[in-house]
């Protein structure tokens, strides 16, 4: 075989492998790999030029002729691949990005209420139609109205007990959280006495209280609500006649209550409440370990040494307070069986708990 008619062998097998592999390339990179092998400086065409330098002058043009012809017939199939592979890569693009506008929606949820939000104002509302005027009071107290007005001494064991929270201090006066919301009581009656108004006075106090303590039945941050009434002849039948109508109207049942002596020091005589319990209705059951009732609450009579700490004539009057807990009651009222499910933001309780206004 000639030098020439080898060099156009070679171009023509050269330019049917191009073709093949052209047209079987899976995507626009590869067919791009595929034009630098063949056509690029060191491509495979460039290689098979080489002979070209050893034909004969006259030959030269013969075979540069159809060099030209193969590079067009592999640029054409380059172009016509590369179109082909475009198209392609768009309806690949389009399939992976595709949206589908019959799916619905995803609705926002309208908010509820918290449910010891809920709670609180339930308390407070069932007093408030009791005739009991709603009062507040700052949550960082000083030490004269959070203890010694309430009769708990500096010395006295119950300011440890109560695991305070101090705030730094700016002045003379050391400050604290509120470990509870009583101090309302003794704001209240000084302001109501000092606008020269005398007894009765009843008024609830809601509020957020702190205290350093966490686990299951207790958080650092907890609510309270403060119920204090101060009159003449004011007694404890008073006391228990308004504790029962708040306990059945607040968990809608005829609930039967007790109160045990115990001690406070800010009230005399003091009683712990217990309510008949509202899951087995007295008969025992875990929740109230068997006894049939559940204590709910702290009470007694205003002790004199309080309402005298603020000024009121604790001959001539006399009044009962009691405090309780509202996460307590939510959970008794809820079923809830953790204090700390209130305060861990988890959206499933609270959707499930909270309450559409
Ligand atoms: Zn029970």
Redesign the pocket.
């Known amino acids: 075989m000639s030098e020439i008619d080898s060099l156009k062998s070679q171009l023509e097998s050269l330019q049917a492998e191009a073709l093949a592999a052209f047209a079987a390339a899976a995507d626009l990179d590869a067919l791009q790999a595929l034009r630098v092998s063949y056509l690029g400086k060191k491509g495979a065409l460039t290689e098979v030029l080489k002979g070209v330098g050893k034909l004969p002058p006259a030959d030269r043009p013969v075979i540069g002729k159809f060099v030209n012809q193969t590079k067009q017939a592999l640029a054409q199939a380059l172009d016509a691949s590369e179109a082909k592979l475009a198209v392609k890569a768009k309806a690949q693009r389009i399939e992976a990005e595709r949206i589908d506008v019959t799916l619905s929606g995803r609705k926002r949820g309208a908010g509820a209420l918290h449910p010891v939000q809920h709670g609180l104002d339930e308390i407070t509302a069932i007093f408030s139609q009791m005739g009991f005027a709603v009062a507040e009071g700052p949550e960082i107290e000083d030490e004269f109205h959070n203890f010694d007005a309430l009769n708990i001494p500096p010395e006295h064991p119950a300011r440890a007990m109560h695991d305070t929270f101090f705030v730094k201090q700016m002045s003379d006066t050391p400050m604290l959280l509120r470990t509870h919301t009583s101090p309302v009581q003794i704001r209240t009656m000084k302001r109501f006495l000092a606008e020269g108004d005398e007894p009765p006075l009843a008024v609830v106090a809601p509020g957020r209280v702190y205290r350093c303590d966490y686990d299951v039945t207790h958080s650092p941050m907890f609510h309270q609500v403060e119920v204090f009434k101060v009159d003449r002849d004011v007694s404890m039948a008073h006391l228990k006649g308004v504790l029962k109508h708040f306990l059945s109207t607040y968990f809608e049942k005829d609930v039967a209550i007790r109160l045990r002596p115990h001690y406070f020091p800010f009230t005399e005589p003091s009683a712990e409440v217990d309510i008949g319990?509202v899951?087995?209705a007295g008969?025992?059951?875990r929740?109230?370990k068997g006894s049939?009732w559940i204590e709910v609450l702290g009470s007694g009579m205003i002790h004199p040494n309080v309402l005298q700490s603020v000024g009121v004539d604790s001959d001539a009057f006399s009044g009962f307070a009691f405090g309780l807990g509202v996460e307590r009651l939510v959970m008794l009222k809820q079923g809830i069986p953790d204090l700390r499910l209130f305060f861990e933001n988890d959206v499933r309780f609270l959707s499930r708990m909270g309450v559409a206004k």
Do not use: E, H, Q, T
Request: one cysteine or more.
């Open positions: 319990c899951f087995c008969k025992g059951c929740i109230c049939g």
